[in-house]
């Protein structure tokens, strides 16, 4: 035992695996020098005297994984919804993200981004940011204030953006992007560095190439978006027209999962069978962002499918398709979503369960960090506290009913605690 050791007590609530949840009542969670020390309804002796946060009848969750979400996206959130994805981006994303370059106004919308995302639920993200060296850099240095632990990649587009919003050539950007990893070398503990060409259409062949080289050198992860509507897929095919499918695009430059490659891929809502099978050999993490997906019409992701084949999945917000920054909201539409597609597409996929959503909210999404979403002994110790005194309830409920009363209702005011790799946010 360390001097940085201490307990929370209240109702601890983490997935056992995707079909069920533990609940531990009025239990003690312990953290050891940022790592969880485990489950006791009695606190062990060693352990006395330690401090404690007693939250009372508090429920206590691991903390929330982002998968996919854009910061620059968050000034715009909750508005231009009436367009889909290749019209959306043109439209609304690119000239908003255009606006990066100045970097006052950088930092007064990721100064807002970031105080939201501190009180979210939220305690790991994969952030894109822009195209912009410095922009990116400002972006980072917020997030490493936080205590959060995310990923942030600087976007790479060398094609098809406009012409306030696309780097001058693949040369270029390759460029910028190495000059960007070299600037935040050895600078956070907190922040890490993904590789983000923005999506195929985006990045010429000669761009994915030099990303390739980039990828092995710095030993990076890579994010991206896959098959999430019919027009872009019916692009990229026109684009790549030696790939048989839109992952491949990706597969033969090597930015598609893999040992060396750990990959996440937002959306998957289109992917056919063979993209499927490549996804699971490579081990490549799908983002599912059903706001999103409904914001921008762009489908219902196969999730049953997936869930059955064993692949690696996890939430994702998807600001600005998304429009909520909560991945508790993103738990609820998740089951909404999948309702529909079970009722109005295919009705042998069953409807996605509570237990379900949670376990992709937490540890699913969460193993993509390592160790990360819950309370077993050796893992992170990342924690939120969630209090449900302002959703009175006449008769005593079950505590796996108000874990989902909260996931369904509750806002930042029923976030009362934070804690990432065991550092107390608030
Ligand atoms: N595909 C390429 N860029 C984007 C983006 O910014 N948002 C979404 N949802 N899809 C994309
Ligand atoms: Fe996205």
């Known amino acids: ?13 983490f997935s056992a695996d995707a079909q069920r949840i533990n609940i531990h009542e009025n239990s003690w969670l312990v953290c050891e020098d940022g790592i969880c020390a485990g489950v006791f309804s009695e ?18 969750i691991p903390g929330l994984t982002d998968l996919h979400l854009h910061a620059p996206q968050y000034t715009y959130r909750g508005t231009g919804m009436d367009l889909e994805l290749l019209d959306w981006l043109n439209t609304y994303t690119f000239p908003e993200e255009s606006k990066y370059r100045d970097l006052t106004y950088a930092r007064e919308a990721y100064s807002i981004f970031m105080n939201d995302l501190k009180k979210s639920a939220t305690t790991r993200a994969s952030v894109f940011a822009t195209i912009h060296v410095e922009a990116t850099e400002l972006l980072m240095d917020l997030l490493e204030e936080t205590g959060l632990k995310t ?32 600037e935040i070398r050895g600078k956070y503990r907190n922040t890490k560095p993904i590789l983000t060409p923005r999506f195929t259409p985006s990045c010429t062949d000669e761009l994915m190439t030099e ?19 019919p ?3 019916a692009w990229v095919q026109e684009l790549c027209p030696n790939t048989r499918f839109y992952g ?6 090597g930015l598609f999962g893999g040992k060396s490659c750990p990959t996440i891929m937002a959306h998957c809502v289109y992917s056919t069978e063979e993209e499927i099978a490549l996804m699971k050999t490579r081990g490549v993490y ?36 998304g429009s909520s920054l909560s991945i508790l909201r993103a738990m609820t539409d998740a089951v909404q979503v999948s309702k529909l597609r079970w009722r109005l597409v295919d009705d042998t996929c069953k409807p996605l369960s509570l237990e379900e959503v949670f376990y992709m909210a937490t540890l699913g999404g969460g193993s993509f960090f390592g160790k990360v979403g819950s309370f077993e002994k050796d893992y992170e110790f990342d924690a939120v506290i969630l209090d449900d005194q302002n959703l009175p309830h006449p008769q005593k409920i079950s ?10 209702l509750a806002d930042d005011r029923n976030i009362v605690g934070k804690y990432a790799a065991g550092r107390k946010l608030f």
Not at 157 to 181: F, I, P
């Open 211 to 229: 990303l390739s080289r980039i990828q092995k050198e710095y030993r990076l992860p890579v994010q991206s978006h896959l098959s999430e509507n």
């Open 286 to 321: 799908i983002a599912h962002c059903p706001q999103s997906n409904t914001n921008i019409a762009s489908g219902i992701a196969p999730v049953r499918r997936y869930l059955e084949e064993g692949l690696h999945m996890g939430l994702g917000s998807d600001i600005a398709g």
């Open 248 to 253: 491949e695009a990706y597969d033969q430059f």
């Open 43 to 60: 606190l062990p002796k060693k352990y006395s005297g330690i401090p404690c946060r007693d939250t009372g009848d508090c429920l206590i």
């Open 1 to 13: 035992m360390t001097h940085n050791t201490f307990a929370l007590k209240g109702t601890i609530c």
């Open 399 to 408: 505590s796996r009913d108000r874990l989902e009363r909260l996931i369904y």
């Open 151 to 182: 990923y942030v990649g600087k976007v790479n587009m060398d094609r098809n953006g406009s012409s306030a919003l696309q780097e001058t050539s693949a040369g270029a950007s390759a460029g910028d992007t190495r000059r960007w990893l070299e």
């Open 231 to 233: 027009g872009e897929i």
